[in-house]
């Protein structure tokens, strides 16, 4: 056995003639922390949903935990994505009349600072309370490893950084292995071990963060995370 | 100031006053008509008066006549409407779920929907002639059709990202239809079962006004012969109040069955 959670090896994805990802390879160690930046169209919620074993890639291999398991990772999509017939409480349950998943699914609530709002119905949440109930959902089978798509795009700052601070803190405390994708270079500055940016369907750039880090240096690795993104539009521009 | 004063007046006159406006304008039509018809400016046998028909309607309950028919028609109205919205249903389904079952079924439902179920009557009566089996079968072709498409239509079109969401949490196929494409769909099917209500009771009154020996539309087409213009218009009216009432009763079931639409804020 490697330590290596997640191995992505020469992965090519086509839709037709169009090239989302080009001979991506990516490996990802057991409880670490991975943010994943880059233009938008640039293949990286297309590179998640493969992770996710929601799509196959068109060549190349991935491997989670030796082989390609479901059951074991959990997503949090670009939109809640909760059923709007369920109260919050069932969201969670799907339903389920087991006393032990309600029991488990209102811990999980209250660990998202909801736990008097089970028995609302979606519609009848704010968008950051309708995450933080996408958020708990997520780890309800207790995963180990969670891919994040873009979970807080919609959230103002302050409710923002309370998230980042929850997931930081959940994915510390299970060891969770985890893949953050977002558009913004301080979020993952701020919470990823390393930052992989996707600058078009063919480059890739790493960048490996500080363990304990202040509010400079998160700074200048934004900066400079930022800087790799734009100085590939700017070549972009030239050409054109 | 002054608007200050007249809110919480308009709001004290709104509940009550919101109750009762749908009312207003059949009361006044039926006083209307009762008067014009006590006065003589309208002749009997163009339109009898209200009293008249209430009186011949009581004459009808109490002969037992009125609630043999009623009976009769209620019988036939809901056994083809549970064939035909079970048949539709079930089509509904399997062309939803399935790629396969669209591409081998729906074209030819829908070279079928497009024959009006009524032109089908004098073929029916020739197979199975005037008895029941003949009424029930028209009703529950007409009514089939509505909940075939909405049924079809709310499965096909459940959100993508939704069902993507119930395969990345793993659930079972069973689980996938209850949990996701059926409360769904849901608002879609009751759609095409209110509209097959309607269906079925025009579809009823004309088979039995044209074929039958028992029913409100035979009724009707019976008192028409005897030129009895009280039965006539009290089946007009019958008619008029089943069809509120199966109205009614599909709106407080979809009104118990969507309750999440309309709990709380949203206001879509
Ligand atoms: N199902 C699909 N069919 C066809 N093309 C697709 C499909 N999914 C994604 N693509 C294409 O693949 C490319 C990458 O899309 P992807 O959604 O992965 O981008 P992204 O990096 O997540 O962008 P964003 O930041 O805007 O979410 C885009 O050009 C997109 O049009
Ligand atoms: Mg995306």
Known sequence: MTEEMIQVKNVNKMYQDLTALQNVSLDIKKGEFIALVGMSGGGKSTLLRLIAGLEKPTTGSIKVNGDNSKSIMRMMFQEDRLLPWMNVLDNLSFGSKDKNTKAHAQELLELVELGDYADHFPNQLSGGQKQRVALARALMTNPEVLLLDEPLGALDALTRRKMQDLILSVCEKQNLTTILVTHDVEEAARMADRIVVMKNSTNYYEETCPKKRNAGQIGIVADRVLGEILGEKEAQMQTA | MQNSVALPKKKALRLPVTKLLPFLIPIILVLFWQVASSLGWLSSSVLPSPLAVLQDGIELTQSGELPKNLSISLYRATLGLL????????????????????????????????????????????????????KISLVAIGTMFPVYINTFHGISSVDPDLIEMGESYELSKRQMFFKIIFPAALPQILVGIRYALGVMWTTLIVAETISASSGIGYMANNAEDFMDMETVILCIVVYAVLGKISDLVAKSFESLLLEWQTTGRSNV
């Open chain 2, 83 to 134: 064939i035909g919205g079970g048949i539709g249903f079930i089509l509904g389904f399997i062309n939803g779920m399935s790629k396969t079952c669209r591409l081998l079924f729906d074209s030819s439902i829908q070279m079928f929907r497009n024959i009006p179920h009524l032109a089908l009557i004098p073929l029916i009566i020739l197979w199975l002639g005037i008895n029941e089996s003949a």
